[in-house]
Antibody, heavy 125, light 109 residues
Framework: EVQLVESGGGVVQPGGSLRLSCAASGFNFSNYAMSWVRQAPGKGLEWVSALSGSGLGTYYADSVRGRFTISRDNSKNTLFLQMNSLRADDTALYYC??????????????????WGQGTLVTVSS | QSALTQPASVSGSPGQSITISCTGTDSDLGSYNLLSWYQHHPGKAPKVLIYEDSKRPSGVSNRFSGSKSGYTASLTISGLQPEDEGDYYCCSYAGSNSFIFGGGTKLTV
């Protein structure tokens, strides 16, 4: 059974940093791209970042590029999101999602097939 | 890039069918057959219902179906059940290794 469990959320002041983790199990982690998707309070889903199975290809939404860094440790089946220079509009529930292909290219299978339940990040003074 | 356009809300009675639309541009829906639909109950993990415009993952009820024509995709739910109530999102590959979601549609049964 595929399981994705996020952790690391919390309350942080504007300008601060936070590192999210996503522990994966039930599948061959390195064979799949992974992603972070967030949902601000009362808003819809917003794609944040993705990376390939090897970790060599990393991709970001314009809203977080230059502030967030996505990475993975395939030896520990864990996905990370390092968030720096946090702003109030980064406040959201952050979901980890598995992508059903190994590289993020427009090909068959490119979709989010499993999701975690999210970890809450609140940016407030 | 603006979110894909979905109606804010739809409603239906048990047993009826409803359709949720999702409209994009030539940068996303118009260029790729990579539109997916997700069901989201608050406090739970989102669940994929449809991928590649019209494919249904194993285990997803055949009451859910997807289609696409040009820049507009549709999710149809037939035989509405109370447990279908929740939020529904479309999502498309948007080029340059990125994705774009719709604004979400709240379904009331």
């Amino acid at each position: 059974e595929v399981q994705l469990v996020e952790s690391g959320g919390g309350v942080v002041q504007p300008g601060g940093s936070l590192r999210l983790s996503c522990a994966a199990s039930g599948f061959n982690f390195s064979n799949y791209a992974m992603s972070w998707v967030r949902q601000a309070p009362g808003k819809g889903l917003e794609w944040v970042s993705a990376l390939s199975g090897s970790g060599l290809g990393t991709y970001y939404a314009d809203s977080v590029r230059g502030r967030f860094t996505i990475s993975r440790d395939n030896s520990k089946n864990t996905l990370f999101l390092q968030m720096n220079s946090l702003r109030a509009d980064d406040t959201a529930l952050y979901y980890c999602a598995k992508i059903d292909v190994v590289v993020v290219v427009p090909a068959k299978g490119l979709h989010f097939d499993y999701w975690g339940q999210g970890t809450l990040v609140t940016v407030s003074s | 890039q603006s979110a894909l356009t979905q109606p804010a809300s739809v409603s239906g009675s048990p047993g009826q069918s409803i359709t949720i639309s999702c409209t994009g541009t030539d940068s996303d829906l118009g260029s790729y057959n990579l539109l997916s639909w997700y069901q989201h109950h608050p406090g739970k993990a989102p669940k994929v219902l449809i991928y590649e415009d019209s494919k249904r993952p194993s285990g997803v009820s055949n009451r859910f179906s997807g289609s696409k024509s040009g820049y507009t995709a549709s999710l149809t739910i037939s035989g509405l059940q109370p447990e279908d109530e929740g939020d529904y999102y479309c999502c498309s590959y948007a080029g340059s290794n990125s994705f774009i979601f719709g604004g979400g549609t709240k379904l009331t049964v």
